[in-house]
């Protein structure tokens, strides 16, 4: 297991060892001891599964107590997954990485609490699952303007995106409640 640096120094792109021959492939897509040799070293309370079509976007979300840290990874089709730095104290606050993740290359992305996520589906359909390092509590959660003109994402969409009645009213990153 090998982890990739990005450009954000805590959020890490994880790039496990796949065994594959004529029969499939196999990988270990959590090891305890392996993360915590990455630096990773988060007690993941719930697992997380979801599908979405094409064009969907879901986020930017974020619970401002009982934060997640999330290891997100997609066992079928490609996304176009993105997390914000929103802890105010951070020498890298308001930036962003962007990374596509797709079920060909198995590669996992690591998002510490403190930050935003969210994901554009680029295929006709992707199930993403993610494990969290804490429970989901609604009364916490957030969610951040998805198109924000101040943290500008480029989501590689061809048209409208199809976004949640919450993802259509998220603050803008100014207004909204944050780390310190």
């Known amino acids: 297991m090998e982890a990739i640096a990005t450009t954000i120094p805590d959020v890490l792109l994880i790039q496990p060892k796949v065994f594959g021959d004529s029969r499939g492939f196999f990988f270990e897509s959590w090891n305890e001891r392996d993360f915590t040799r990455l630096g990773i070293n988060t007690r993941f309370v719930q697992d ?82 993610y494990k969290s390092a804490d429970y989901y509590a609604p009364e916490h959660e957030r969610s951040i303007l998805w198109n924000d003109p101040d943290i500008g994402i480029e989501w590689p969409l061809t048209g409208d995106p199809i976004l949640s009645a919450k993802d259509k009213i998220g603050k803008p990153l100014r207004e909204a409640e944050l780390f310190d």
Not at 80 to 97: A, E, H, L, N, Y
């Open 48 to 129: 997380n599964h979801s599908r979405s079509g094409r064009g969907v976007v879901r986020g930017l979300h974020y619970q401002i107590r009982q934060p997640q840290g999330k290891l997100i990874r997609v066992c079928a089709g490609e996304i176009f997954d993105v997390v914000v730095d929103i802890r105010r104290s951070s020498p890298t606050f308001g930036q962003k990485v962007s990374v596509r993740l797709n079920g060909e290359d198995h590669r996992m992305l690591w998002v510490p609490p403190g930050f935003a996520h969210g994901f554009c589906v680029l295929s006709d359909y992707a199930d993403v699952l």
